[in-house]
Every structure is written in C-alpha cells, then in structure tokens.
C-alpha cells in the first residue's frame, strides 16, 4: 500500500482548503499539524516485520490504513504499546486522524492494552479539534486498526481468549458496524436515524446500508420501547 505524502500537491490542496477565501480551511489547526506534520509515519516496513500488524479499509471513500505496534510486557504483567507506526492512503483526515491515534496511543509511556481497547472515534476527533461530517468516518477507521493490531499481538502470542471478535451480523461493510452496535445505540437514547448515525456513524461509508438500519431501528424502538 503506496501512502499519499502528506505534501502541499493541488490535490491535497483541494481536500484542505475551502474554494472561498471567506471560508479559508476546513480543517483546525491541529488537523493542518498532523496533515503536513504527521506523526510516526513509517516509510520503510522492512525494520517491522517483527511488529503486530493491523489494517482497515474503506472502499467507499478510498482510505485503508495500515499500522505497525510494538508491545511490552512490564515485570508488573502489563502490556503496553511502546511504539505505534502506520501507513494511511487516502484524504487529510484519514493522514490526520491516525497521526494523532499513533500519539494518544503512545505518549506517557504507552497506553496499556485494556486502555487502549477503550479509546473511540470520538475521542480522536476531539484531540484533532472536530473534523467536517463527511470525513467523521476517516476516524472510524483508526481505532478498527488498532483493534486488528491488538488482536494479531494476541493471536501471536497465543492469548486467543483475548481476542475481539465482532459482536453481531456486520450491517455497514465498510466500518463493520453490526446488528448488536445498532441496538446498543438505540438502548442508549438514539431514536432517529440521524442520533443512531451520531453514535456509530453506520452509513458513512456504506449509505447502502441505510434501508436495513432503518428497519432494525423500528424493530428495536418496538422491541424495548414499544412504539
């Protein structure tokens, strides 16, 4: 996977850059940062072959990321990611989004394992200062490959009980969101499409999954709702 250098081109200019001075950017600051700047971007694989690997990706808005981690096993038990690189083809805020997961994963020290099975999409988006709604997917997609890294650490070290299997029926295919995170969404106060979308951002990157997402949001509101 050939990568797009985060690099002032006039194709990334127009993915960055509003069409109206009035408007200036899209993006914040911190998102500009870790487009032109981005952080532990690896350009040769070949000193982490021995790395835990995950990758993502999204057909529908041409991004796929790929990242490399490597863990430590204190004397106290716990395991902590020690280094996060990665690889992302595709716009601003996929390049930006993973920058900052690769620094939120590592700083103080690392993140412990069970800390870092805990982060969420939202959280990325709020340390990058908010991204536009048609790029909320681009942040999906990190915490999915480090999902994938954590797992081929467990599945190499012979810890398959840990690993994370995807609860449910997968209904968008491109951010694997399933059956179990729309009720879950639902039981949680999203009673429309629009607070479902909110929660999980099913459709984002496949809105032909949409219909079926309606359906289980009725079958749900019925379910425990009744109405």
Same mark, same amino acid.
């Given at each position: =996977?050939?990568?797009?250098?985060?690099?002032?081109?006039?194709?990334?200019?127009?993915?960055?850059?509003?069409?109206?001075?009035?408007?200036?950017?899209?993006?914040?600051?911190?998102?500009?940062?870790?487009?032109?700047?981005?952080?532990?971007?690896?350009?040769?694989?070949?000193?982490?072959?021995?790395?835990?690997?995950?990758?993502?990706?999204?057909?529908?808005?041409?991004?796929?990321?790929?990242?490399?981690?490597?863990?430590?096993?204190?004397?106290?038990?716990?395991?902590?990611? &020690?280094?996060?690189?990665?690889?992302?083809?595709?716009?601003?805020?996929?390049?930006?989004?993973?920058? =900052?997961?690769?620094? =939120?994963?590592?700083?103080?020290?690392?993140? &412990?394992?069970?800390?870092?099975?805990?982060?969420?999409?939202?959280?990325? =988006?709020?340390?990058?200062?908010?991204?536009?709604?048609?790029?909320?997917?681009?942040?999906?997609?990190?915490?999915?490959?480090?999902?994938?890294?954590?797992?081929?650490?467990?599945?190499?070290?012979?810890? &398959?009980?840990?690993?994370?299997?995807?609860?449910?029926?997968?209904?968008?295919?491109?951010?694997?969101?399933?059956?179990?995170?729309?009720?879950?969404?639902?039981?949680?106060?999203?009673?429309?499409?629009?607070?479902?979308?909110?929660?999980?951002?099913?459709? &984002?990157?496949?809105?032909?999954?949409?219909?079926?997402?309606?359906?289980?949001?009725?079958?749900?509101?019925?379910?425990?709702?009744?109405?």
């Amino acid at each position: =996977m050939n990568p797009i250098t985060p690099a002032t081109t006039d194709a990334r200019k127009g993915d960055v850059v509003a069409p109206t001075k009035e408007k200036g950017w899209f993006y914040t600051d911190t998102v500009k940062d870790h487009f032109f700047h981005p952080k532990n971007f690896l350009d040769g694989e070949e000193d982490y072959k021995d790395a835990y690997l995950g990758m993502v990706g999204s057909p529908a808005c041409g991004d796929a990321m790929k990242v490399w981690l490597r863990i430590n096993k204190g004397t106290d038990g716990v395991e902590r990611i &020690t280094e996060f690189k990665w690889k992302t083809f595709g716009c601003a805020s996929a390049i930006a989004s993973t920058s =900052m997961l690769s620094v =939120m994963v590592t700083e103080n020290e690392g993140l &412990t394992l069970e800390e870092a099975l805990k982060l969420r999409p939202q959280q990325i =988006m709020e340390r990058l200062g908010g991204l536009p709604n048609r790029k909320v997917h681009c942040s999906v997609l990190g915490d999915k490959a480090l999902r994938s890294a954590i797992n081929d650490y467990y599945r190499k070290t012979e810890q &398959t009980d840990k690993i994370i299997v995807e609860q449910g029926r997968i209904i968008d295919k491109v951010l694997k969101i399933t059956d179990h995170d729309i009720e879950e969404a639902v039981l949680e106060g999203a009673d429309t499409l629009e607070k479902i979308q909110h929660k999980t951002k099913v459709g &984002t990157g496949d809105p032909s999954c949409i219909p079926e997402v309606e359906q289980l949001l009725r079958f749900y509101k019925e379910k425990y709702f009744g109405s």
